[in-house]
C-alpha cells in the first residue's frame, strides 16, 4: 500500500514538474553552458595566436612599441581573468570578461593597422598565415557569441514566464546575463584589415 502510494506521488510530481516547465528550464540551462563553452573556446584560441603575431609583427616594425606593448597588455589582462563556467551566473564577473576582450580587440585592431605600414611585413608568409587564422577565429567568435546570445534570450524567457517562472522560483534558476554592454557591436566586429592597402613611400 506504502509503496504504491509512493509511486503514485512521484508520477504526479513528475508530470507536475514537466508541466510546470521544469525540464525545459533543465534543458535550456543546458544549452546556455555548452554555447559558452564555445565562446570561451574560441576566445582562448585568439589569446592563443597572439604571442606569435606580436612576435612576428616585433620583427619587422620593432619602433610600434606602445602599439605591441597594448596588445601584450590586453593579452594578459584577458588571461588574468579566470575564464570559467560560473562567468555567467556573476553578472559583476561577465562583465568585466566582456570588457578585457572588448580591449584585447581595440588592440589588436590598432596592431593590425600599423602593419598596413610595412609591406614586407604584410607579405610574410608566417605573418599571413597567422593572420588567417585570426580573422577565422574572429568569425567563430561572431558566430559563438550569437548562439550564446540565443540561448540565453530562450532560457531567460523560460525563467520569466508563467507557470515556469513559478518552478524557476521554487528551484533557485535565475536569469542569465548576455552581450549587451554599450559598444556591443563595436567589439562584435572583427578587426579591420586591408592587405591590399598601398604601403607608405620609402617602406
Known sequence: MIRTLLFRMIILSTLFL??????????????????????????????????????????FATQEKEVLLNVTQARSQVGSIQASPDLINDTD????????????????????????NYPELKSDENFRDLQAQLEGTENRIAVA??????????????????????????????????????????ISAPPDVDFHAPGIPGK
Open 145 to 186: 557569441r550569437n548562439r550564446y546570445i540565443k540561448a540565453v534570450q530562450e532560457y531567460n524567457t523560460v525563467v520569466r514566464s508563467f507557470p515556469s517562472n513559478l518552478t524557476a522560483m521554487i528551484f533557485g534558476f535565475q536569469t542569465k546575463p548576455s552581450f549587451t554592454v554599450k559598444n556591443e557591436q563595436e
Open 93 to 116: 564577473a561577465f562583465a568585466k570578461f566582456q570588457q578585457a576582450q572588448g580591449d584585447l580587440t581595440s588592440a589588436l585592431s590598432k596592431l593590425l593597422v600599423v602593419v598596413e
Open 18 to 59: 514537466s508541466g510546470c516547465g521544469y525540464n525545459t528550464l533543465q534543458s535550456t540551462d543546458e544549452q546556455i553552458k555548452a554555447s559558452w563553452a564555445e565562446v570561451l573556446n574560441q576566445y582562448k584560441r585568439r589569446a592563443d595566436l597572439i604571442p606569435n603575431l606580436v612576435n612576428t609583427v616585433k620583427g
